[in-house]
């Protein structure tokens, strides 16, 4: 399998190779943008991506609202809910603005590691796969902190979500822990099928740092447009790029940039930040920032 990217920088591909993941295959710093044909998607490639019916070893319950915060009011208005897993089901800002429930609500975090032999998913509506029970480990009226190990113990991740009221926005630390004896490099993501402004028809757009779509504004539309951001937070220390995906369906994670197409105007589409790391050694951390709000 060859894992993909579009648009990287060098600096990006250079982490991957030079950090203890020389069982990659295929990664090569001077094929950029190189997809085959860019517009293939898990249901045109025949490829077996992520199974819309749960796994035995994750909560059947992925969609349902576990916490909800709410904060504001008419422009700062924000309100949120997660799932017991760490998924956002449900993201309004300003009031009455809805930017991601929908009849799959699909929002979530994938990871790849092995050099694409091991992969974990879960995308709420969209499925998921290969992590185990969640544990709740903190809820306050502003803070969920969630813990998930992967069925096969290799990976802990620890979620805590935070309400900023003064953005508003919501804050999202992923820390992730290496359990296994080796040294280990790959690809961690957060995604959402985004439906900013109550529409599943969208513009959506990226940059290195952050990941949105949005209603566009024009002369002949009768209503306010909004949109949702999906951006990293502070400084990351790991190297990091945003994604427009030209499909309301969940990446394939260790190829998760196969229908990245650039710019995208009234299209269906849903919002990528991932993240290559490299060299994690046995129970070290790498730490990700990231945080949802509306604009």
């Keep these: 399998m060859k894992l993909k990217f579009k648009f990287v920088p060098l600096a990006f591909i250079a982490l991957l190779t030079m950090c ?6 295929q990664i090569r710093g001077f094929h950029f943008g190189i997809l085959g044909n860019p517009h293939l998607n898990a249901e045109s490639s025949g490829k077996t991506q992520q199974d819309p019916a749960q796994d035995g070893d994750v909560s059947a319950d992925t969609t349902s609202c576990a916490y909800t915060f709410v904060s504001g009011s008419a422009e ?3 309100k949120y809910c997660v799932t017991v897993n760490g998924n956002f089901v449900l993201f309004q800002s300003p009031s009455g603005i809805e930017h ?41 009226a502003t803070v969920v902190k969630i813990e998930r190990t992967t069925t096969d113990g290799a990976w802990t991740l620890t979620q805590t979500i935070t ?31 985004v439906n900013a402004d109550n529409s599943t028809i969208n513009n959506l757009d990226s940059t290195a740092r952050s990941a949105w779509g949005y209603r566009p ?23 990091h790029f945003g994604y427009a995906l030209n499909t309301n369906q969940p990446p394939d994670v260790c190829e998760p940039a196969l229908t990245a197409t650039g710019t995208l105007t ?11 790391f490299g060299g994690l050694a046995k129970n070290q951390i790498a730490t990700i920032n990231l945080k949802y709000t509306g604009f």
């Excluded at 009221?165 to 959402?192: D, S």
């Excluded at 504004?217 to 190297?239: C, D, K, M, R």
Aim: charged share 10%; proline share 3%; glycine share 12%.
């Design 217 to 239: 504004s024009t002369n002949t539309i009768s209503f306010t447009p909004y949109g949702l951001l999906l951006q990293n937070f502070g400084v990351a220390t790991v190297e």
């Design 266 to 276: 009234a299209t269906d589409g849903s919002i990528l930040m991932l993240y290559a």
């Design 163 to 193: 309400q900023v009221a003064a953005g508003p926005y919501a804050k999202i630390e992923m820390q992730f822990k290496n359990n296994t004896a080796a040294a280990q490099g790959g690809f961690f993501m957060r995604w959402a099928d």
């Design 100 to 140: 991601i429930k929908s009849a799959t609500s699909s929002e979530g975090y994938g990871l790849c590691t092995g050099g694409g032999s091991n992969s974990y998913w879960d995308w709420a509506g969209a499925g998921a796969s290969n992590w185990g029970k969640a544990t709740l480990l903190t809820h306050t």
């Design 20 to 25: 203890a993941v020389s069982t990659w295959p």
């Design 76 to 78: 700062t208005y924000m």
